[in-house]
């Protein structure tokens, strides 16, 4: 019964599912040929350790990290108050150009160039995507059920990077890029065709004068009050302030854990293309068993909390088994945690949601995305200096995983946070959003 009202709640959400699945594909393919196609090409011939495209990687999350910490907050915003659709096709497109470029030539100086757009795209999709989706369906499905529909969404996302990494296993790897860019311009198509908007406007000649006929002055104007808004907001909740925490130490370790790991099993165990997907996948295949079907079952009986902190405790595991791994069959251990540790987003997401009222949606998401920014910031220059740090023969001491275990220590605190948060729902703090949102309606 849980499973078919599962569905029943994804019929209206079909046309936004579906470029969705298709947009999660077309990113995963490239990521396994990514990591062989850069060391080829910024490196030496047959090295399996190359310095410059783990700090190429490293300069590339930074700069995003930077710039994310306006722009998720920003985006949160602007889906409240222009609507959802206009956002998810911005977030849906821009990846498309860097894959174009590097389907183009394949090259040193393409790689630089698809750096320098893949940068810019990550600044405006990382993260955004997700918190204008979840905005999305909570105009749509109801609070008790939106912990249950975000496990399907996310587990959909899984099944759609299982495909990609699928795809990337048995497609050459010249075609690669260029599949991908077409399927990532037919989803943005299909949604600009047939995706219907959820969010009611007030038509034009209601808006105030700022929002028809913005300048400078009342863009900057309206976007201070906007964030200070949502500040006040997330600050002034327990809940949504434990879970701005939460998120910001568990980004902080598996961000950058996320950031090194394909190369540091390049250059700890040579693994290349194929050991990449097979790892993905088996992670891939757990997690949508996980997210689609286990989560919906035993969330009901245990809670949301309950369910966030087994999923940062399979999350510490898998980090610290990656740090600790004597053998190429560890790795294969540790990715089978991917199975849990994944269902830490879909009840970050559920937590918030629930703690923020319908006309907030975006600005709680995009706050809370936007301290997760500040963790992208500072983890991949940390993690990537580490690691080429006890990668090299001046490492302190023999621990050539040291980065994933000090990853892990860091998702402790994560967990920490975890069990001391006390869920609520919106409506118990009703009076103080209302309060914070009358000088705006007037």
């Not at 699945?21 to 396994?32: D, K, N, R, T």
């Not at 790689?111 to 369906?137: D, E, H, K, N, P």
């Not at 599949?179 to 034009?204: A, D, G, K, N, Q």
């Not at 099993?265 to 068993?289: H, R």
């Amino acid at each position: 019964m849980g499973w078919r009202s599962g569905v029943r709640e994804l019929r209206p959400l079909v046309h936004l599912l579906l470029p969705f699945f298709i947009h999660g594909i077309a990113e995963e393919m490239p990521i396994s040929v990514l990591v062989d196609f850069t060391t080829s090409a910024l490196c030496p011939p047959h090295t399996s350790s190359c310095s410059k495209s783990l700090y190429i990687v490293a300069l590339q999350q930074t700069v995003v990290g930077i710039f994310k910490m306006v722009v998720l907050p920003l985006i949160g915003q602007l889906a409240d108050e222009y609507g959802r659709k206009p956002l998810l096709l911005l977030t849906f497109s821009a990846s498309i150009f860097p894959f174009a470029v590097i389907s183009w030539k394949q090259s040193e100086e393409y790689v630089y160039a698809y750096y320098a757009l893949r940068t810019v795209s990550s600044i405006i999709s990382q993260g955004s995507t997700y918190c204008v989706m979840f905005a999305y369906v909570a105009d749509i499905v109801g609070e008790n059920r939106r912990a249950a529909v975000f496990g399907w969404i996310t587990g959909l996302h899984s099944a759609s990077q299982f495909i990609g990494e699928a795809l990337a296993r048995f497609l050459p790897e010249h075609i690669i890029f260029g599949v991908s860019t077409s399927l990532l311009i037919f989803s943005s198509l299909y949604m600009l065709m047939f995706l219907s908007e959820t969010l009611r406007l007030p038509p034009t000649k209601d808006r105030p004068p700022s929002l028809r006929f913005p300048n400078l002055i009342h863009i900057l104007r309206q976007r201070f009050s906007s964030m200070t808004n949502a500040a006040h907001l997330v600050l002034s909740s327990p809940t949504l302030r434990g879970m701005a925490l939460v998120s910001f130490f568990y980004e902080l370790g598996m961000s950058g854990s996320v950031t090194i790991l394909l190369y540091y099993l390049k250059a700890v165990f040579g693994f290349d293309k194929n050991q990449f997907t097979e790892i993905q996948m088996l992670v891939g295949i757990g997690s949508i068993f996980s997210q689609i079907v286990l989560a919906p079952l035993i969330n009901p009986l245990v809670g949301e909390k309950l369910m966030l902190c087994f999923a940062l405790l399979a999350s510490i595991a898998y980090a610290l088994l990656y740090g600790l791994a004597w053998a190429p069959w560890v790795a294969y251990l540790s990715a089978s945690l991917g199975v849990f540790y994944v269902l830490v987003k879909p009840f970050t997401y559920a937590i918030i949601s629930k703690a923020s009222s319908s006309a907030n949606q975006g600005k709680a998401q995009g706050f809370i995305a936007g301290v997760q920014s500040i963790a992208h910031l500072l983890s991949p220059m940390m993690m990537s200096s580490l690691t080429s740090w006890f990668l090299s023969g001046s490492a302190p001491f023999e621990c050539k995983g040291f980065s994933l275990i000090f990853a892990s220590i860091i998702m402790m605190i994560s967990l920490c946070f975890a069990c001391l948060l006390e869920p609520q729902s919106h409506h118990s703090i009703d009076e103080v959003q209302a309060d914070l949102e009358t000088p705006f309606l007037n």
